[in-house]
Each structure stands twice: as structure tokens, then as C-alpha cells.
């Protein structure tokens, strides 16, 4: 009897100790699913907070260089928050321009401008360049236009302005914060104003971010971009066109004034 007293004792404390074990390998695993799980959400909504702080910054970036390029101001900074982000001012659009009066061609020489870009987390980007503002996804650039670019398109006139973007010294710079000094540059010049009525007028974008352009410049009423090269990151755009009875979007029209424009813009990036 005492011997059967020992082994049922035995297999109570077997039992207790196993169920013990069991308890804290599951509070365990439930502390490690639940903080990982948790990170991960507080990762995102930080990471989301930041692009968010960053949209604010790049519209006021957008004002800073409107004061430039519109009302003639000499400088202008941003201070930019970035976090985990990184601030560069490297890549390189190129536009296009040329008109038909008639028979004859005109076009202007291509514009460059660097467009200065926020690269947060899951490759997401915010892009300003000339003027135009983009929130950027995906290797394919794929987004939303925060602010249209420059342009005037009615059905009397056409006005283009390019704030023409240069990046001077480091271009790209990490860490807590940073810091966009635009200055104005000398030789800022008209390029053409005409008073006359043109048949024809294109604007082709070479870029990284030329579906962004595409879905800017085509969304406005007087504005058609009906060819496109992927394989050169090109868009090319019809600005008052001649029309299209099958498209109603589509009205037509001979601007009676053509303006073309470009402000050169020094850009240094600091911390």
C-alpha cells in the first residue's frame, strides 16, 4: 500500500510539473505572437504617421519654390522630417516642347530638372519635380497627384512654366531631419510669348515618375496624352487639341497665346 501511495504521488507531481510547463510555454508563445504581431502595427502606423508629416512638408516645399518661380523671391527652405526616410535630389525629367502654326514646327530645346524625392518605408516615394507633386508606390510608380504642375491649358491660351531644378553639392542625406535650400539662379528668361493662334502644341515627359505625369496631365480637360513609351519612360502629350467628335472630352481649340517660361532653382539638401 505504501509503495502504491509513492507512485500515485509520483505521477500527481509528473502531472503538475507537465502542466506547469505547458502553462508557460503558451503564455510564452502568446507574449511572442502578440509582440511581434503588435510591432508590426505600431511599425506601420509610425511609418504611415511619417509620410503624412511628409506630404505636409513636400506642399509647403511646393509653395517655398512657388514664391520662387512665381513671385520672384531670392530663397526659400524646407525642414523636413524623415525618420527612417532618405531625402534625394538625384534623378532627371526631361520635357519636351514643340508647336505647329500651319505646316510649320517649332520646338524649344529640352528642359531638365531634377526632382527631389522622399524614399520612407515599402517603397513608398514623394516626388516634387517642376512643379507638379506625386505620392509614389510599387516599382511601376504607381500613385496619386498631390499637386498639379504649373501649367495653364484653356481654350484661348496656353501658359507653361517650369521651375527648372538643379541640385548643388550633397544629393542625399539621412536622418532625423532635413533641410531644403532652394535659391533662385541668374539668367531666369522668358522663353517664348507669342500672340498668335497655334494648331498644334506637345509636351513629351522622359522620366522615372511619367505615369504620374500622364495621369497629371492628361486629367485636365484640354489635355490629351495619347502616346506612350514605356520602354523609354516617356509620355507624350497633345495640349489643345484639334478634337475628337467621338470623345467629348476632348473638345479642341487654337490658343490665341502661347507662353513658355523656366525658373532656375538652385537645391541644396543638408542636415
Not at 35 to 42: E, M, Q, R
Not at 70 to 95: D, H, K, M, N, W
Not at 177 to 195: D, G, H, M, S
Request: hydrophobic share 35%; glycine share 8%; with cysteine.
Amino acid at each position: 500500500m505504501t509503495r502504491n501511495r509513492s507512485l500515485a504521488a509520483d505521477d500527481r507531481s509528473v502531472s503538475e510539473v507537465v502542466g506547469y510547463v505547458l502553462v508557460i510555454s503558451l503564455v510564452i508563445t502568446t507574449v511572442g505572437v502578440v509582440s511581434v504581431s503588435g510591432v508590426s502595427v505600431l511599425q506601420d502606423a509610425r511609418e504611415a504617421e511619417q509620410i503624412e508629416n511628409a506630404k505636409r512638408a513636400f506642399d509647403l516645399l511646393a509653395d517655398n519654390m512657388g514664391d520662387i518661380y512665381r513671385e520672384g523671391a531670392p530663397s526659400r527652405s524646407t525642414e523636413i522630417q524623415l525618420g527612417s526616410a532618405q531625402l534625394v535630389a538625384q534623378e532627371t525629367t526631361r520635357f519636351n516642347v514643340s508647336w505647329y502654326n500651319g505646316s510649320d514646327r517649332e520646338r524649344a530645346s529640352p528642359l531638365y530638372t531634377n526632382s527631389v524625392i522622399y524614399r520612407g518605408g515599402g517603397d513608398r516615394r514623394l516626388v516634387y519635380d517642376s512643379g507638379a507633386v506625386f505620392s509614389l508606390s510599387g516599382p511601376n510608380g504607381s500613385g496619386a497627384v498631390l499637386r498639379e504642375p504649373p501649367f495653364v491649358t484653356t481654350t484661348d491660351r496656353v501658359l507653361l512654366t517650369f521651375p527648372q531644378v538643379r541640385s548643388q553639392g550633397t544629393t542625399a542625406v539621412s536622418g532625423s531631419t532635413a533641410l531644403v535650400r532652394a535659391t533662385t539662379q541668374p539668367q531666369n528668361r522668358r522663353l517664348l510669348e507669342r500672340n498668335t493662334t497655334y494648331d498644334d502644341i506637345w509636351v513629351n515627359v522622359t522620366s522615372t515618375h511619367w505615369r504620374a505625369w500622364q495621369t497629371a496631365l492628361s486629367s485636365r480637360q484640354q489635355v490629351a496624352c495619347p502616346i506612350t513609351d514605356p520602354g523609354n519612360s516617356t509620355v507624350h502629350c497633345q495640349l489643345l487639341p484639334a478634337g475628337d467628335p467621338d470623345d467629348p472630352s476632348i473638345p479642341g481649340g487654337s490658343p490665341d497665346v502661347f507662353s513658355l517660361a523656366k525658373t532656375k532653382i538652385s537645391v541644396s539638401l543638408t542636415r
